[in-house]
């Protein structure tokens, strides 16, 4: 057997295969005859069947499946052996002209290879936001959780503050869902006017444009699609129960309930907690936004062409339903962008040793569990222990591909932060969120 490959340019390459009888011929001869042993022809005994028949029957299609085997096992040798960097697989080229009553055949293969390329990540200047807890949203921290943990006064009429328990209701559109409305997250001023002041048993109508904020709010509290709350006018709410809460006092016991016992002592240590806990919460968010910025930075800024249209083709060929050539072309377009961050991350991957290790991989597993475990007041389990839960859990392929999956992403993340060019913008949350999202 011969192999060799010649370049077409830069992207795109033939890949020759010769295959002569010597090559094949030992293996189908071994085959046929393990055929003339086992096979059940009509009018023969078992075994004693003729080669000359065998062959016959069987002697193409052995042949075939035998040079077929020969070929890739010595393609997919070659490609190895070479450090042949491919895009996708090698696509035949003169498929339909191999002549199997030959003795001797020659295959050819379309390769598309990788492009070379170097990545800079510092070309761009990438903003990392760190996202504050001002003191607006701790106070409103703090209110959110007296309310929570406050109790519910019933009460005759509703007033600003309250909140109020009935069904909306609009026969001619299917709604009856119960619900409770806190008059002051009501954005509606025709809404708050005319809830104010409603008792139990009361039916008041409502315009359902503009009674929230969000959209989503509307789904929720009239139990419809956002398709259908668009077709909604007016509904009416029937007061089932109005209830005032009485805001929890910010004491000890209150303390002790939210993070156990002395860990926090007053108000200005709450509030130290809620920030600590809120801008970890912030960060994970921050991360997120920065990795998938540096990302972006990354398709746009690193340039390099790709062998298209060998691309379009091996798309094509490896779709699971057949696909014309402007499917193939489309399908290109929307995964190009993919393919290309994937060549950049698997270059950054290799040159800086960003690949999760089997070892890594054990001690992030065994970090998960000993946070686990803390959340139920299991403070120092034994290595025996984590050692048996890690081991269960490294058999499960599926637990292992997720757990590699997030520490590589920690990995990369990690990489930016200490090597792409970032500036860094302090910010509350609010305004990250404007900034960052709309």
Do not use: C
Not at 165 to 192: A, C, P, V, W
Not at 201 to 229: C, N, P, R, W, Y
Not at 266 to 284: G, N, T, V
Request: glycine letters at 6%.
């Amino acid at each position: 057997m011969d192999i060799k490959k010649k370049d077409i340019d830069a992207l795109n390459a033939v890949v020759t295969v010769e295959i002569k009888k010597e090559d094949y011929d030992g293996a189908v001869q071994k085959v046929l005859t393990n055929y003339r042993k086992t096979a059940n022809i009509p009018g023969f005994r078992k075994g004693h069947i003729p080669m000359g028949m065998v062959k016959k029957q069987y002697g193409q299609a052995v042949l075939v499946e035998e040079v077929n085997k020969l070929l890739q096992e010595g393609l997919h040798k070659f490609l190895t052996e070479e450090k042949l960097d491919i895009l996708g697989n090698p696509l035949p080229k003169n498929e339909g002209e191999i002549d199997w009553k030959s003795d001797d055949f020659k295959f050819e293969f379309d390769l598309g290879m990788s492009p070379k390329f170097d990545v800079d990540v510092t070309k761009k200047a990438i903003t990392n936001y760190k996202v504050v807890a001002d003191d607006k949203m701790l106070d409103n921290q703090v209110k959110t959780i007296r309310k929570q943990y406050g109790k519910l006064v019933s009460k005759d009429a509703a007033a600003k503050g309250d909140e109020v328990t009935g069904t909306f209701i609009n026969e001619e559109k299917g709604i009856d869902k119960s619900t409770t409305l806190e008059l002051d997250t009501l954005s509606g001023k025709s809404q708050i006017k005319a809830l104010t002041g409603a008792k139990v048993g009361d039916e008041v109508s409502l315009k359902v444009k503009g009674m929230f904020a969000e959209d989503h709010e509307i789904q929720k509290h009239l139990g419809v699609t956002a398709e259908d709350a668009k077709d909604i006018d007016e509904v009416t709410f029937k007061v089932e129960e109005v209830n005032t809460r009485e805001m929890a006092e910010l004491n000890q016991e209150l303390f002790d309930k939210l993070f156990g016992e002395g860990v926090v002592k007053s108000e200005k240590e709450l509030k130290a907690k809620i920030k600590e806990d809120a801008e970890k919460q912030f960060e994970q968010q921050s991360d997120q936004k920065m990795l998938n910025d540096v990302v972006e930075s990354l398709i746009e800024n690193t340039k390099f062409d790709l062998p298209k249209e060998f691309l379009e083709r091996w798309i094509a060929v490896s779709a699971e339903k057949p696909m014309t050539e402007e499917e193939a072309k489309a399908e290109y377009e929307r995964s190009e962008k993919g393919l290309r961050y994937q060549l950049i991350e698997g270059k950054l991957r290799a040159e800086n040793n960003l690949q999760a290790t089997f070892d890594e991989l054990k001690e992030y597993s065994r970090g998960m569990i000993k946070a686990q475990m803390a959340q139920f007041g299991q403070m120092n389990p034994s290595d025996e222990e984590l050692d048996n839960i890690a081991a269960r859990i490294m058999s499960n392929q599926e637990e292992v591909q997720r757990m590699g999956e997030q520490l590589n992403t920690n990995k990369l993340l990690q990489f930016f932060k200490e090597n792409a060019k970032l500036k860094t913008k302090e910010v509350t949350y609010e305004k990250f969120i404007k900034e960052a999202y709309e």
